[in-house]
């Protein structure tokens, strides 16, 4: 079996994640904040049929320290009240034993487990252990880094604990840039993760890719085109004054008109003529684009030749700090944004230094050989 092949055993025995003709919606607050906000936040979603689960975070892994770090477990209070008033089931975040245990005792139907979580096999391993023995529904995150085989890993560890209802949630990745979203949504991870764990419903969390409510429909309908089987949207009876991530909340109500502009069914395509004119535009220039790198290549790799006849080193910091700072002179002045740019200058940089590497190397095992 080759190392990247899954040995997932999967039950969906609640179908809560996947069971219906439309996409599972869950929706409810980043984080719960008063007993109020929760109800009427439920209530209001309560009357979209739409809306299946409410979601809520308790404990909220926050960047800095001293940022509001979610209620605790008083939250689990309110979400039993939740559950008891509207009939909706219940969904958080844990990223520990201690969560687990008080989201059990408190009769949660669903856990999460959040991208900052998934990125540490020692945390996966714990909130698995103390799940050994429970029957529950659990959706991972991808972890922030886009690293494939990690997020598969957190299924394989829930999985051999004994979770046979997984899901997955595809919130985006961290990258060097993101523009225009908070997270990059990489949409490739997809179809890579779906090869990986076949079978597995898959939830996409426009909020936390889009980071801003006017991005969300078109993340949204992106991710219902690449056929994922439901949708995570963070929802506030109040979402300018939310306690944290206010600007990608919406209301109740916008939900309610997010997903009525979603085409939850259908796909649309585009003018077939107009599209294949333009995309043969892309192919031209991508020719060019190539082209222009081997040849930049090919001159680095002349340099290389350069320095190490003459004692040079590889890297050489003044000449390109310069280059990256007349790079990114030019690419503003042309209109190109600027994080773009650095992203595409760094990984062309880091090539270039990769060629000489391997030139130095070369002569370092010819000069070996010839000692022997
Ligand atoms: O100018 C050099 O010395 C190069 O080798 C070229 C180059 C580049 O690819 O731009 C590569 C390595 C150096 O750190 C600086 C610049």
């Known amino acids: 079996m080759n190392a990247s092949s899954s040995t997932l055993k999967i039950v969906a025995k609640t179908n809560i994640l996947n069971g219906g003709p439309l996409p599972t919606v869950i929706a409810g607050p980043c984080s719960a904040e008063t007993e109020a906000q929760m109800l009427q936040t439920a209530l209001e979603l309560k009357k979209d049929h739409r809306v299946s689960i409410f979601r809520a975070g308790i404990w909220k892994p926050r960047t800095r320290p001293g940022l509001f770090e979610g209620v605790g477990k008083v939250g689990l209070e309110w979400l039993t009240t939740v559950k008891q008033e509207t009939g909706m089931l219940t969904a958080v975040e844990v990223a520990n034993t201690q969560h687990v245990e008080e989201a059990l005792q408190h009769g949660v139907d669903i856990l999460w ?26 959706l991972v995150k991808n ?4 690293d494939i085989q990690l997020w598969l890993g957190a ?21 060097p840039n993101n523009k225009p979203y908070r997270n990059h949504p990489k949409w490739q991870t997809i179809q890579e993760i779906r090869n990986l764990a076949p079978g597995i419903p898959l939830l996409c969390d426009p909020s936390h890719i889009a980071g801003r409510r006017d991005l969300l429909e078109t993340v949204s309908q992106q991710a219902l085109h690449l056929g994922v089987d439901g949708l995570m949207i963070e929802t506030h009876i109040n979402p300018d004054v939310a306690l944290s991530d206010a600007s990608q909340q919406v209301t109740p109500a916008g939900l309610d008109k997010l997903l009525t502009a979603l085409d939850l069914e259908t796909e649309r395509v585009a003018q077939p003529e107009q599209l294949q004119d333009l995309r043969t535009l892309i192919d031209r220039l991508d020719s060019e684009l190539l082209n222009v790198l081997f040849l930049r290549s090919d001159v680095s790799k002349r340099i290389g030749e350069y320095k190490r006849a003459n004692g040079l080193d590889i890297y050489q910091a003044n000449r390109w700090q310069q280059l990256l700072t007349d790079r990114l002179k030019t690419a503003s002045e042309t209109g190109l944004d600027e994080d773009f740019v650095r992203a595409i200058f760094d990984s062309i940089h880091s090539f270039s230094l990769g060629i000489q590497n391997e030139l130095f190397a070369a002569e370092a095992t010819n000069k070996a050989v010839v000692q022997k």
């Open 113 to 138: 487990v959040g991208a900052r979580t998934t990125v540490n096999p020692f945390s996966v391993q714990e909130i698995a252990d103390a799940l050994q023995g429970v029957d529950i529904p659990v």
């Open 143 to 146: 972890p922030v880094n886009p």
């Open 155 to 175: 299924l394989e560890r829930l999985n051999r604990a004994g979770i046979t209802d997984l899901g997955l949630i595809h919130r985006g990745f961290s990258t």
